[in-house]
Structures are given as structure tokens and as C-alpha cells.
């Protein structure tokens, strides 16, 4: 259905920097690319309709296609393992915590491979403990249980081989140790092999992915008897311990890299692919701390899933150097191997952005706008599957799940991965979410089952017609990232007068809380075209590119939450979870935070007294209207999807005029749980007062000001008649005064 | 427990639902629908637009990720209302064994 498609390893890229393409073609078949400029990605025929502008550039042409694969599934390898001797024996144990015993694949915990005789420590379907040592095997007879603390063990003896599980903790289940033995054919050699925990290699890749946690792993050069093997799992490991080690990982050290630490003599430290969860409770958590920089050696696991992803590693397809004079703004790399039917999508249009030069000196006589693409929302959301997974989406959504072929093709391929509203295939959440994959819900013409009805855009999407509005004023304007901001900080801000933000900026790291902070408090002037924004805490890794953090921690809408202990966010160490909840509510920034969310229709604003102040003249002027917003692309208002409200008490300036409340909000519009302290019998909004978005204005005291709607489904109505109506014009009133040079002054 | 419908007391909104398909329904009637749109199998009923804005078929997401999408485009909708009704009039039948009069 979906025939083509891509990514690129880089989401914005300054002039004279280059930009990598990553082109699978499903069918490897020809396929035409070129570079356009996005104007408008909706495809409502009641809009003005979908409009990419072509910029010539010398990478279009015809390529020959190819299929390219993903390999999903973290895992940890040690290649050309050394203290294993012939003949010598040997034993391996660790705790690990299974959470996806009714799996129907094989999960491999150990491999040991490439040295001579092949060793799979696994789970098989049905939960069972399963040693294969060459051709021979053995198994326990009781089923493993989910989420359950075991330490398992295997020794090999010349010929005689032991398996053997224990239940850690004995509350609330039996604790039975179990064993088995087998004695092997001839004599295994594992002396030179590749060491893999949590998946082992075949001829391409590495697969049989084991899903749960596993904690200090050990191999000895002994045997050791199960009564004896406990004190390996210390850490340090004991007096007396250390002489036959070949390994002792110790997933607590380096908890932000990708390193795994070996504190053995030999130091075999081992390699952490594709995003492991770290930062997760082990084995011997106690529950008296929650910070794992507080007491680490209680957070020596590592949360192996089938379903982590880094880096999709495609072969480059092609490269595009960025003309020096080239304009800032959202591109597309526009791939096309055929005509669309309604059996397959034949083209695919791969964002990226084009930033202001990075050094400062070359950044003169930009224009004065800058708008702030959240692409750490983008990527939180990055190939969303609970339409696919959550049978509650339909009525939640209050209307038919519409799917796409690009859905249906991420359906059909797992291994793109999820969301950080998704779950892993285990049940657990997923922490980290990476750019370096195709990204299908972000694009233009993508149809998302979180827009309102009508052009039922989100997201990506969703900003499109930020800039189609922006490409209808002609005004110039730069673009910068999340990552650009969270990069570069304040220094990138400095130079603009004025950000408008996003439909949905959602997810800030500290860096980027910072540099905003500290726009405003010099003068900067902040358009919020959205809702929900400032809500979530992300991380950024500090050596891989592209990939954020966030822990589901505490409260908040939530689509999974983080277990008990793991609330601090494994990349920087900070607590993670809502802003709110670390004494930065999104009042501070904004003026409004959060207050309910709603996706089957929208509502509209009526007119508070805040509009008849002088200071508010500017923003309605040629605006008498009693109601505003009642018309739109998305949901039919001005009013929707995510409502955000002024609270005081969360740091709204008491000089901030409430300029418009909205109603007219369905049942199905939620008042947000971090607003009610028990679940309100009425919480809709035809029933719930908090269930609303306010549009503030105020100013600052160094001559900046901020303008809030309030609401994500605002920028779907600026372009209702021709771009002549009553939203339009409020937004353009307010952008032409932020971008005059006037200082404003707070009351 | 869940509610379960009663087709002489429910049958108001049948109507109800015909005449606004999308928003702002009363009580009775989103009881009605949420009701309906539980998934009794684990599999999910959906909609598959083909063509953007144009053409609609019916798409039924399986319990199990491994587990494909079967579409069924022996009915072709033009617009996402129509595909509602359509889905609406099959579930109230399949809840209640009623047909709903669609002249």
C-alpha cells in the first residue's frame, strides 16, 4: 500500500551543511526526487487546498531503488569475548525480570556465538527456561511469570550442563528453586565468541529479542552450585570473588551512555544497541529512594524490548548540500515512483527544515519572526500506534478510527517502532523515541486520528497551516527547531523579535525551558498558536542525535505510566514527568496551561471584557465580534482538541487580560486529571466549567508580551474564508504589532 | 457492569443519530454508542480512506499486532457520514438483531 519512503538523518540543516536521504523503494523500483517548499499540507477540499512549492536543487532527478530493511530490538554485545579456555568451566548467572512471557517467539536472555559451540539461554513460548548448548537442551519444568525477579544460572562443566532458576523475592509468590541437568555429546568450546545479552545473532541480524530486565550479569571460569551463586550478584562482588570473573557487568555505571560497564580484571565493557531502557529499578530495589543518582546500586537493570529503536541505519540514498543563500523554512524531500490509487501511495515527502546559519556572525539582517517547529513533539509522536492497538481510541474520538496505507504499512512493520504514547509489545512504556526511522504521521497530507473531524490534522500537519497563513501574509520568517533551541539556547532567540510557536509544543527540555525563559525576560515577544504546551519534561541524549526522554512520571493524561522508582529520566538524571510538577507550570511561559482535551469537534471563543481594554486595542481591531472562531477545518471551531486555561495559582500574570474563553465544547471534551483531585462525575464539556481555553495577552516588564489562544484547533480556522474572518484577523493584528519595534509596557 | 442495550428503550436515538452523526449527542445516545463501539473480540472496525477525502472502505484491525489487516472494500463510501451510518446501522443489528429502516 505504501511504496515508498524515507527519512533523513537530519531534521534541520543550516546553509552549506548537508542533508542526508534515506530512501527506501518497497518494490525497488525507480523512483523521481526533488525538494519542495511546504506551504499547506491539509488536503480539505474546504481549505485552499494542498500546496508544496518545488525549489530546483541538484539532487532532482530519477534514482534507481532499492528496499531497505530495519532491525528493531535492543540488545548487548561483547564481540571476541576472552578469559573463556578450552576445557575450562564455566558459568553465567544474572536476575532478570521477564515481562513478555506470552510472547509466541523465542526470547534469548544469553548468546554465546561465533567461537565454536553456539549457547542460547532463552524463554520459549509458554514461559519455560530453556539452555541449548549445541545441539543438545534443557529445560525447567515451571513456567516463568511476568514481571517477577528470577536469578538464573547455567553452568557447563566439560560435558555436564546445568540450568537453574530461583525466585528472588519470596512475596507473594512461592519460592521454589528449581533445577535441571543434561550432559552434552561431546565437549563445548566457547573460547573467542561473541557474548549478546537479550537477543542473538543470525546471518543479517540480531533477533529472538528477550523483553524484560536483566541485572548484573556475571560469567565465571568455574562451576559454581547454586548455593554458592548469590554473592556474584553483588556489586562490588565480595572479597574472595573476583579470581575467576571473566565478566561482571554493572548496568548502574554510566547510566546516560551506551556503554555497559564490565568491573571485571579483563573489562570486556559491552555495547548497548538500539535503546535499552536504563535507569530501572533491579532486582534489589528497595523503594526507598526514587533517585537513581541517589543509590545506583539498586538501579543495575537494564529493560530489554523487541521493539527499541535507535537508528533504522539505512544505506544513504542520496545527499543534498544546502545552498549558502538558501531561505529558512520547512522542505520536503518529495519522493515518486507512480501515480496514487486506492491501493497504493506512490510518493512520499520527508520534512526537514532549513535553520538560520549556526554561527552567530552569519546570522545578520534575518527576518525578525522566527517560528519554533516542535519537533520533540513531532517525534514524541512519532509513528503513534494506539490507533492501531487501543480498542477504546473509537470511542474516545467519539466517531469511526479513519485509517490511511501509511498506517496500514506501519501495522504491517512493527520494527518502525512507537510512540512515547505507545507501549513496547511487553506492556511497558516507551521512554525514548528517535527521528532516525521513517516517521509516517509526520507529514504533510497525513490525516491523524487525533485531528478533530474535518481535516483531522495534528501535529506536523497541523502547523502546516501555520505556514500556509504565514506564506498568505508574506511575511519572512525563519525556522528553528527543538532541537535547534535546546542546542544552541537563548543565543538563537536573541535575534528575533518575535516566535510563534507550533499548534503544539508540548515537550521542552530544561535548555529550551531556559532560553524561552530568557526570551521573555528581554524583550521577546511569544505568539502561542496552540494548546497543551510546556507540559511534559524531555531529556536529550548527550551523544546520539535525535532520540528524546520522557518518564510518564506522577500525573498528568497519560497513556501508560512509569512503574515505582523510575521517575527520574535515565539521559541527564533530572525528575521527569510534567513541568507542572517541578515548579514550572506552563502559566509561567505562557500565561495558560493545560485544562482538558477533546477530538471529535471544536468550539468557538466568545468575547470577555479583557478585549475592551486599551491595552488589547491592537488585537481587535476591525474585530467587533461577540463570537469568534465559530467556523474552521478542524473540528468546525476555533475551540479544540487541546484547551489550555488561565489559573493564577500556576503563575498567570494577574496583569494578563483574558481576552476570550471558549464554550460550546462537546461531552467528550475531558477536563484533564491533574485538575480534579477525584474523578468529577460530570468532567465533559457541556457539564465541567474548567472544561474551556482562554486567550490571554500581557505584557512584560522589559517591553516583550505574549499572545495565547489556547487552543490547538486555532490555526485551522485562519484560513476560512479566504483567510478573511475574525481568527485571521485577530492573529495578523497581533503579529504586526509584536513585530513593531515599540516596546510594550505592563500596567 | 457495562451497559447493555435495550432496543425498545434505545431505539429514540437511532434517530438521534441519524440526523447528527458527529458532536454534541445526549446522554442516552452516547450511552448507546459507547456501548456499541466496544470491541467484543479484540478486533477493531475502522475505516480505510483510499482516496484522501473521497472514498472510504471498511478496515478491521485483527487482536494481534502480528495479525493482518483484513479490508473489506466490497462497500465503497464517499464520505466519512456515510461510512458512520453505515457502521452504525450494522452494530445496531448485531446488538439487537433489528434492522434499521433506511429508506
Not at chain 1, 550432559?183 to 533477533?207: C, I, K, M, Q
Not at chain 1, 504521521?441 to 485531528?451: A, D, I, Q
Not at chain 1, 500565561?591 to 481594554?613: H, K, T
Not at chain 1, 512584560?700 to 484547533?713: D, K, N
Amino acid at each position: 500500500m505504501f511504496k515508498i519512503l524515507g527519512y533523513t538523518q537530519e531534521i534541520s540543516v543550516a546553509p552549506g551543511e548537508t542533508l542526508t536521504c534515506k530512501i527506501s523503494a518497497e518494490e525497488n523500483q525507480r523512483y523521481f526526487a526533488r525538494i519542495v517548499r511546504l506551504v499547506n499540507g491539509d488536503c480539505n477540499p474546504e481549505g485552499p487546498g494542498f500546496r508544496v512549492d518545488p525549489v530546483p536543487s541538484d539532487i532532482e532527478g530519477w534514482y534507481e531503488g532499492s528496499k531497505q530493511s530495519t532491525d528493531a530490538g535492543s540488545y548487548m554485545v561483547v564481540r571476541g569475548l576472552s578469559g573463556i579456555e578450552e576445557g575450562a568451566p564455566l558459568t553465567f548467572m544474572a536476575a532478570i525480570w521477564p515481562t513478555y512471557i506470552k510472547s509466541p517467539l523465542r526470547q534469548v536472555i544469553l548468546a554465546l556465538d561465533g567461537g565454536g559451540t553456539p549457547l542460547r539461554l532463552l524463554i520459549e513460548p509458554g514461559g519455560r527456561l530453556v539452555l541449548e548448548v549445541g545441539d543438545s537442551r534443557v529445560q525447567l519444568s515451571t513456567p516463568l511469570l511476568d514481571r517477577h525477579w528470577y536469578r538464573v544460572a547455567v553452568t557447563v562443566n566439560v560435558t555436564e550442563v546445568t540450568l537453574g532458576a530461583e525466585m528472588l523475592r519470596d512475596f507473594p509468590m512461592r519460592k521454589v528453586p528449581e533445577e535441571a541437568q543434561a550432559t552434552l555429546a561431546a565437549e563445548a568450546s566457547f573460547a573467542g565468541s561473541d557474548l549478546y545479552l537479550a537477543g542473538a545473532p543470525s546471518s543479517t541480524r540480531v533477533e529472538d529479542h528477550f523483553n524484560g530486565k536483566i541485572d548484573r550479569p556475571t560469567l565465571l571460569a568455574a562451576s559454581v552450585p547454586v548455593e554458592l551463586q548469590q554473592p556474584y550478584l553483588d556489586r562490588p562482588l565480595p572479597p574472595g570473588h573476583g579470581s575467576a570473573v571473566i565478566a561482571a557487568w554493572d548496568f548502574s555505571i554510566g547510566m546516560e551512555g551506551t556503554v555497559a560497564t564490565d568491573i571485571g580484571p579483563r573489562r570486556q565493557h559491552g555495547e548497548l544497541r538500539e535503546l535499552p531502557a536504563r535507569a530501572m529499578t533491579g532486582f534489589n530495589w528497595t523503594g526507598q529512594v526514587h533517585d537513581w543518582k541517589q543509590r545506583p546500586e539498586e538501579y543495575g537493570a537494564i529493560h530489554f524490548h523487541q521493539d527499541d529503536l535507535y537508528d533504522a541505519n539505512w544505506t544513504t540514498s542520496f545527499t543534498w548540500k544546502v545552498p549558502e543563500d538558501f531561505r529558512s523554512g520547512p522542505y520536503a524531500v518529495h519522493v515518486k515512483a507512480g501515480e496514487n490509487s486506492e491501493y497504493a501511495t506512490n510518493e512520499d515527502f520527508i520534512p526537514f527544515y532549513v535553520r538560520p546559519p549556526r554561527e552567530k556572525a552569519k546570522r545578520k539582517g534575518r527576518p525578525k519572526l522566527a517560528f519554533l517547529a516542535p519537533t520533540n513533539s513531532y517525534i514524541a509522536y512519532a509513528n503513534d500506534s494506539q490507533v492501531l492497538m487501543d480498542r477504546g481510541a473509537e470511542t474516545g474520538m467519539n466517531r469511526l478510527l479513519n485509517l490511511q496505507h501509511a498506517d496500514v504499512y506501519l501495522h504491517e512493520h512493527p520494527e518502525l517502532c512507537a510512540s512515547l504514547y505507545d507501549k513496547h509489545a511487553d506492556g511497558s512504556g516507551v521512554c525514548y523515541s528517535s527521528r532516525l526511522r521513517p516517521v509516517l504521521n509526520m507529514r504533510p497530507r497525513y490525516h491523524s486520528w487525533l485531528g478533530s473531524h474535518g481535516s483531522a490534522l495534528y501535529q506536523f500537519n497541523g502547523d502546516t497551516h501555520i505556514f500556509a497563513w504565514l506564506e498568505h501574509l508574506q511575511v519572512d520568517y525563519d525556522i528553528i527547531t527543538d532541537e535547534d533551541l535546546h542546542e544552541d539556547g537563548f543565543e538563537l532567540l536573541e535575534g528575533y523579535q518575535v516566535v510563534v510557536t507550533g499548534t503544539h509544543p508540548e515537550y521542552h527540555s530544561t535548555a529550551m525551558w531556559d532560553a524561552m525563559k530568557a526570551f521573555l525576560g528581554q524583550g521577546g515577544r511569544l505568539i502561542y498558536m496552540g494548546g497543551n504546551g510546556w507540559y511534559w519534561r524531555v531529556a536529550f541524549h548527550q551523544s546520539l542525535p535525535g532520540v528524546i526522554e520522557v518518564r510518564r512520571a506522577e500525573d498528568g493524561t497519560r497513556t501508560w505510566e512509569a512503574d515505582p522508582g523510575e521517575y527520574y529520566q535515565s539521559f541527564n538524571g533530572e525528575f521527569g514527568g510534567l513541568w507542572r510538577r517541578v515548579g514550572r507550570p506552563p502559566n509561567l511561559i505562557a500565561g495558560i496551561g493545560f485544562v482538558a482535551q477533546g477530538f471529535d469537534m471544536s468550539g468557538y471563543f466568545r468575547r470577555q471584557p479583557g478585549a475592551d481594554s486599551p491595552r488589547a486595542g491592537f488585537i481587535f481591531q476591525d474585530v467587533p465580534d461577540e463570537i469568534i472562531g465559530d467556523f474552521g477545518l478542524i473540528g468546525g471551531g476555533a475551540a479544540g482538541i487541546e484547551l489550555d486555561a488561565m489559573n493564577h495559582k500556576l503563575g498567570t500574570p494577574h496583569h494578563a487580560l483574558c481576552l476570550a474563553t471558549s464554550e460550546g465544547h462537546t461531552p467528550l471534551t475531558i477536563v484533564t486529571k491533574e485538575e480534579v483531585l477525584v474523578m468529577p462525575v460530570a468532567a465533559g464539556g457541556d457539564q465541567h466549567d474548567k472544561v474551556r481555553a482562554d486567550m490571554v495577552f500581557f505584557e512584560t516588564s522589559s517591553g516583550g508580551a505574549v499572545f495565547s489562544t489556547g487552543s490547538i484547533a486555532w490555526a485551522g480556522s485562519l484560513s476560512w474564508n479566504g483567510y478573511d474572518n475574525n481568527v485571521a484577523r485577530i492573529t495578523g493584528n497581533v503579529l504586526r504589532r509584536f513585530l513593531e519595534p515599540a516596546p510594550f509596557e505592563a500596567p | 457492569m457495562a451497559y447493555k442495550i435495550d432496543p425498545e428503550q434505545d431505539r429514540v436515538y437511532v434517530e438521534e443519530f441519524r440526523k447528527n452523526l458527529m458532536g454534541h449527542h445526549s446522554p442516552g445516545l452516547q450511552r448507546v454508542l459507547n456501548s456499541l463501539r466496544r470491541s467484543k473480540d479484540g478486533r477493531q472496525l475502522t475505516i480505510l480512506m483510499t482516496v484522501p477525502f473521497k472514498q472510504w472502505v471498511i478496515a478491521w484491525l485483527p487482536k494481534n499486532r502480528w495479525e493482518a489487516i483484513e479490508i473489506d472494500d466490497r462497500i465503497v463510501f464517499e464520505s466519512r457520514e456515510e461510512a458512520e451510518w453505515h457502521v452504525f446501522c450494522r452494530r445496531w443489528e448485531e446488538a439487537t438483531g433489528e434492522k434499521i429502516d433506511n429508506r
